[in-house]
């Protein structure tokens, strides 16, 4: 039905790190679904299915090296991935392929006007893998797959990624820097993990200018963040006239997060919706795919996560 908000919600996303006591746990995903039903926005939603995303879709970002490795370090029941610090248990390459597949299929529900915009609540995480590691909670960058997947699959020339995760998107970064096609936008703590997102780190070569970081101290909140979407990501839409927002919504932006510092409301994170939705209706037919990244305190990343799809939905 167009118009509507696709959700990925699948219970396969709760399957990673069973059993580990970790900041990026199962019970995330928990409390995003469960909070999204009590506020009747399942019923609301389109549904979409995850499916495994192929080796050729995983390589649209990642080396082969990489994926070979990753998948070694995943089947030899190592209990981190060799090229960072990123815990895996026996089925976490099932599960982060699934996230990515997930995406793709959110992604081309949207393209082809199923869904207005879509929602996906995965784990794990993505933004902080670039193309031959894995870090950060990471393992495949969730939202770098999806715009190479838009470009490649639907034609699409243009994309932006806002990025409003309390972290630096530094994997997404990395993919993107000298790329173009692809504008990279993003808000976080600095310095805070991992240490990158400079001020000054604005793209290379012909993508120098496609890329913003806008790093902010602890404490910062709706007035420094929401004044830099509203101040510098929208007039550089204007400029750079995207025809498909992505989103990395990662709620440890939000006050009393376990991992960061900033002092995010839900209502921030529903104007900040709103701002990157007004965006897509200029310049993007009103396409809009929107990730989880982080959000470490339950109720938190509950609260702010029906915000954030209530503002999708509208």
């Known amino acids: 039905m167009p118009g509507k908000t696709a959700l990925l919600a699948d219970p396969i996303y709760r399957e990673h790190l069973v059993g580990h006591h970790h900041p990026e746990r199962p019970e995330r995903f928990d409390a995003v679904r469960d909070a999204l039903t009590a506020a009747g926005l399942v019923g609301k939603t389109l549904p979409v299915e995850p499916r495994a995303a192929t080796e050729e879709e995983l390589l649209h970002c990642h080396t082969r090296e990489y994926l070979r490795v990753a998948r070694h370090d995943v089947e030899s029941g190592r209990p981190f991935l060799s090229t960072g610090d990123t815990d895996i248990t026996p089925n976490s390459w099932d599960v982060a392929s699934r996230a990515v597949g997930g995406v ?63 972290h630096h998107g530094n994997g997404t970064q990395d993919i993107f820097y000298a790329d173009p096609s692809v504008f990279f936008f993003s808000t976080h703590q600095w310095p805070l993990y991992p240490g990158t997102g400079r001020a000054d780190e604005t793209g290379a070569g012909k993508a120098e200018g496609t890329t913003i970081n806008v790093p902010l101290p602890a404490g910062s909140g709706r ?92």
């Open 223 to 314: 007035r420094e963040i929401l004044g830099a979407v509203e101040n510098l990501l929208v007039p550089a839409a204007e400029r750079f006239r995207p025809e498909l927002m992505l989103i990395s919504a990662g709620f440890d932006s939000r006050i009393g997060d376990l991992l960061g510092r900033f002092t995010l409301t839900d209502r921030d994170f529903a104007d900040l919706t709103r701002v990157v939705m007004g965006i897509a209706d200029r310049h993007a037919g009103g396409r809009v795919v929107s990730m989880l990244e982080g959000g470490y305190t339950l109720e938190g990343l509950a609260s702010a996560a029906v915000a954030h799809v209530n503002g999708l939905v509208g």
């Open 104 to 166: 793709l299929n959110a992604v081309d529900g949207v393209m082809t006007g199923q869904a207005r915009n879509a929602f996906c609540a995965v784990r794990p995480p993505g933004h902080h893998a670039n193309a031959g590691r894995g870090m950060g909670f990471c393992l495949f960058n969730n939202v770098a797959i999806a715009a190479r997947h838009a470009q490649r699959k639907h034609g699409i020339g243009r994309v932006m990624i806002v990025d409003w995760d309390v």
